[in-house]
Nanobody
């Protein structure tokens, strides 16, 4: 079963930055589009960013455009999410998955933006 392990979350003040990492276990990771989603307390999971298998095409939710950057290193089977200018409304558990997503998700990594 393909697994995703997210890391890099934490507590940060508004305006701060974090870099999330997601390591995948799939043998076909290098040929798989990936995505980051997030779920805030009491809200549905929402798509944050996507990246094509070669990394040449990316998409972003309007709420993070210009602040977040998705990237990948296929040799390390890792996808990243660089988050800058963080806002309290970015507080959520962040998950990665294939795109389109598998039916199951990893444990995610908690991001809390608060002063």
């Amino acid at each position: 079963q393909v697994q995703f392990v997210e890391s890099g979350g934490g507590l940060v003040e508004p305006g701060g930055s974090l870099r999330l990492s997601c390591v995948g276990s799939s043998m076909s990771f290098s040929f798989t589009s990936m995505r980051w989603d997030r779920q805030a307390p009491g809200k549905e999971r929402e798509q944050v960013a996507t990246i094509s298998w070669a990394g040449e095409t990316t998409t972003y939710a309007d709420s993070v455009k210009g602040r977040f950057t998705i990237s990948r290193d296929n040799a390390k089977k890792t996808v990243y999410l660089q988050m800058n200018s963080l806002k309290p409304e970015d507080t959520a558990v962040y998950y990665c998955n294939q795109n389109p997503p598998l039916s199951y998700w990893g444990r995610g990594t908690q991001v809390t933006v608060s002063s």
